[in-house]
C-alpha cells in the first residue's frame, strides 16, 4: 500500500546497543524527516534529508546517524542506545522544500524504550 | 529563534460544545502555519494550514486565521464530535529564516465525551 512506513513498531534494548529504525515512503518524495516525540516537548527534528546522499542536522542531532542511499528510505541509527532517546520516533516526507506551506506525511511511529 | 505556544491540555468537553485551542508563534521570516491531529497509536496528519497573514484554513469542521497582527493561529470548531477526540498539534514552517523543519508546540489532547 502506498505511503510512510516505519519498522518496528516497537522496540526495546538495553544502554550501549546498537538500533536502527527503518523509515520507507513510496511517494518518491525528495524531503524525508526524523523527529522525537516527548511529553513536554512536542516533536523535535532530529534530522533532515533533501534528497538521496543529502542529510544535515535538525534540532537535537546528537547520538544519532543518518544515511539516505535510496530516495524511498531513511533509516536512523542510534549508535550506542541511551535511556534518554527512549521516546516515540516519527518519520516524515515531504515532496519538495518546506516553503509557501509545504505538507509533510507522518508515519505511524516508532516506539523505543531503552532499558 | 522560532517557537510556538499552544493552550496547556487536557482540555475536556461535551460532545457539541464549541472549542477553541489557542496558538500564537514567533518567527524569524515569513512562516507558514499548520495544525496537525494526531489521533491515538497513530502518526499526525495534516489538519488545516494557512501560507499567509489573514488566511483562514479550513477542514471536517475546523478552522483558523493566521493573524499577524497577533502572531496567532487558533483552532476552533463549532460542534465538536467524540471522534474528535486527539491531540491537537500548533506548528510553523519558516524557510524564510533558512530552517527546514517545522516547528511545534508541545500539543493540547482533546477528550470529547457523549
Known amino acids: 500500500d502506498a505511503g510512510i512506513t516505519q519498522s518496528p513498531r516497537y522496540k526495546i534494548t538495553e544502554t550501549g546497543r546498537q538500533v536502527t529504525l527503518m523509515c520507507h515512503q513510496t511517494?518518491?518524495?525528495?524531503?524525508m524527516f526524523w523527529y522525537r516525540q516527548d511529553l513536554g516537548h512536542g516533536l523535535r527534528l532530529i534530522y533532515y534529508?533533501?534528497?538521496?546522499?543529502?542529510?544535515d542536522k535538525g534540532e537535537v542531532p546528537d547520538g544519532y546517524v543518518v544515511s539516505r542511499s535510496k530516495t524511498e528510505n531513511f533509516p536512523l541509527t542510534l549508535e550506542s542506545a541511551t535511556r534518554s532517546q527512549t521516546s516515540v520516533y516519527f518519520c516524515?516526507?515531504?515532496?519538495?522544500?518546506?516553503?509557501?506551506?509545504?505538507?509533510?506525511?507522518f508515519g505511524p511511529g516508532t516506539r523505543l524504550l531503552v532499558l | 529563534g522560532n517557537s510556538v505556544t499552544q493552550m496547556e491540555g487536557p482540555v475536556t468537553l461535551s460532545e457539541e460544545a464549541f472549542l477553541t485551542i489557542n496558538c500564537t508563534y514567533t518567527?524569524?521570516?515569513?512562516?507558514?502555519l499548520f495544525w496537525y491531529v494526531q489521533y491515538p497509536g497513530e502518526g499526525l496528519q495534516l489538519l488545516l494550514k494557512?501560507?499567509?497573514?489573514?488566511d483562514k484554513g479550513s477542514n471536517k469542521g475546523f478552522e483558523a486565521t493566521y493573524r499577524k497582527e497577533t502572531t496567532s493561529f487558533h483552532l476552533e470548531k463549532g460542534s465538536v464530535q467524540v471522534s474528535d477526540s486527539a491531540v491537537y498539534f500548533c506548528?510553523?514552517?519558516?524557510?524564510?529564516?533558512?530552517?527546514?523543519?517545522?516547528?511545534f508546540g508541545k500539543g493540547t489532547k482533546l477528550s470529547v465525551i457523549p
Open positions: 518567527a524569524t521570516g515569513y512562516p507558514s
Open positions: 511517494w518518491s518524495h525528495s524531503y
Open positions: 494557512a501560507t499567509k497573514a489573514d
Open positions: 516524515a516526507s515531504s515532496e519538495s522544500a518546506p516553503s509557501e506551506g509545504e505538507t509533510q506525511y
Open positions: 506548528a510553523l514552517s519558516d524557510y524564510g529564516a533558512g530552517s527546514y523543519q517545522l516547528t
Open positions: 534529508s533533501a534528497a538521496a546522499d543529502i542529510t
